[in-house]
């Protein structure tokens, strides 16, 4: 190459590198995380690692765990429940992502969502209320830091991370007993939240790491959020609402702390019966590029297992026996297209195209044709709505039974695709139709027997319709058992799998009865 030329193409890389890594780096998230929910479905240890593997190939750097009573701390036993993991799980799990360049950070609740916790009379004299135990009581500073200085302490003892999640969510007893009244009433809402949060940030900061909690609360009751220390991160969680459902967005953004995004693929109203798929890749292309350009540092993609509230049953007044998570939802097993969206979303500096997405999807990981990746994609998407008392909740008129046509045609349309590879990744979605179709065959039943004008003879005739329905549940739970045996334990999956005929079973001993 002659010298002449040679120098002009060294200046043009000089003043051209800086431009193309300013477009590359412009908007980029340094945190690329997926939030894990093991509050309820926990994973067995080889399913978590191969979890983790698959998302590190994809470009995700973080995982935040909710490990809830699956993780074991050392000097709090009564924590961990039958499905918690060795220490020696933990450590090996955290050492193997790291391996993959997986950065795990802890997430410990410690204001609301701590039922797992107060359930134990140990810790009765935390609690916000004596039957609600979904919460601690900030006025119990002392009691408090003693507990959290533990907990943090052991999760940082095994957690290389520079983070701890100390949650701060959804604190829907604020100001509810005689000592938090008092202190709304001298001081208000936002320092009542403000002081405990203090006191938490303050102890993860005195162990080396830096504070995570989610931003709803701050955004609510924003006055006092200048108390906490200046490493604090917050995560601004929007599901598909605007970005001042909580409160005005542009106070947590001007606040000077730093502030990372986090969508959902698993949210409400989702359940066993319905999974609102189309909400789901909206909030992706939507939410995702709007944390981009507000210059969030982070991007997370929660995935709840549950909605963290609980029914409890109590054998006295006071006496706890158990607490049953109120809404399940399907595996993660079954959200592999989600995850991948979000993938390339946040690898993309533009809005997720939701159907090309879709096309290229379907033809890469099913081999199906165009036309059929539009048909897979309109069952998915069918009439997502759920039933409140008999009420199909929807934009306009709906039945029932309109409902139940729409879904059966959906599962129609599933189980008239053939994928050519992933057999068994695409079963998931024939899975949850066809328990969509059987819940609201229940539905129509239900609503019968729940009519004003009911008759022996449509007594008999639901009888008839809920015995012919029950002869569904051993073929759904197989399928469910074959589908997910590698991720849950044996005990949980029988447990799912009586959960969501309970209704079906209670429903027809009554009516049986009176036959």
């Known amino acids: 190459m002659k010298p002449a030329l040679l120098k002009l193409l060294t200046v043009l890389l000089l003043f051209t590198m800086p431009a193309v890594y300013a477009q590359e780096s412009a908007g980029a998230f340094k945190v690329k995380g997926f939030h894990l929910d093991l509050r309820i479905q926990v994973m067995k240890m080889p399913a978590l690692k191969q979890f983790a593997l698959d998302l590190s190939k994809h470009g995700i750097n973080t995982l935040l765990v909710e490990w809830e009573a699956s993780y074991p701390f050392e000097q709090e036993p009564l924590i ?51 039957q609600d135990f979904s919460q601690v009581c900030p006025s119990e500073p002392a009691l408090n830091k003693k507990l959290f200085t533990t907990l943090y302490s052991d999760l940082a003892a095994t957690h290389s991370s520079p983070f701890i999640h100390i949650g701060g969510d959804e604190t829907y007893l604020l100001g509810h007993c005689e000592k938090c009244k008092k202190k709304v009433a001298e001081a208000g809402v936002s320092r009542l939240y403000f002081d405990h949060i203090k006191l938490l940030c303050d102890i993860v900061v005195s162990l080396g790491k830096r504070p995570v909690l989610w931003a709803d609360i701050a955004l609510k009751y924003p006055e006092y959020i200048h108390l906490l220390p200046k490493q604090t991160v917050f995560i601004d969680w929007n599901y598909g609402w605007p970005l001042d459902r909580f409160g005005d967005h542009q106070q947590l953004v001007n606040s000077g702390y730093e502030i990372w995004g986090a969508p959902a693929l698993r949210s409400d109203p989702d359940n066993y019966f319905i999974t609102c798929w189309q909400k789901h890749f909206n909030n992706i292309r939507d939410f995702i590029p709007a944390c981009r350009n507000l210059g969030y540092k982070g991007i997370l993609m929660t995935s709840w297992s549950t909605s963290g509230a609980y029914s409890s049953v109590f054998d006295s007044e006071g006496d706890l026996i ?76 709906m039945s029932i039974s309109q409902l139940l046509d729409s879904a059966r045609s959906a599962a129609a349309i599933l189980q008239s695709l053939r994928p050519v590879k992933n057999q068994q990744a695409f079963a998931h979605y024939r899975l949850m139709a066809n328990i969509r179709v059987y819940y609201l065959t229940y539905m129509t039943i239900e609503a019968r027997a729940n009519a004003a004008d009911l008759t022996p003879e449509n007594t008999a005739a639901c009888i008839a319709q809920l015995q012919q329905l029950m002869k569904q549940e051993p073929s759904l739970s197989k399928a469910f058992v074959q589908l997910n045996g590698s991720l849950l334990y044996p005990s949980a999956l029988e447990e799912e799998n009586v959960l969501r005929s309970q209704k079906v079973h209670q429903l027809y001993q009554r009516l049986a009865k009176i036959k």
């Open 322 to 397: 158990e607490l049953y998570a109120i809404r399940h939802v399907y595996p993660i097993s079954g959200f592999d297209i989600l995850i991948a969206a979000y993938e390339e979303a946040i690898s993309s500096s533009a809005p997720l195209d939701i159907d090309g997405f879709i096309k290229q999807y379907c033809s890469r990981q099913y081999g199906l044709s165009e036309k059929d990746a539009l048909q897979f994609r309109a069952a998915l998407f069918t009439a997502p709505y759920k039933i409140n008392k008999g009420q199909v909740i929807a934009p306009a008129a």
């Open 80 to 130: 961990a429940n039958r499905y918690a993991y060795t220490r020696q799980e933990v450590a090996d799990f955290i050492r193997f992502c790291k391996s993959i360049s997986i950065d795990v950070i802890p997430l410990q609740q410690s204001f609301g969502h701590v039922e797992y916790i107060l359930r134990h009379y140990k810790y009765a004299a935390l609690r916000e209320d004596n």
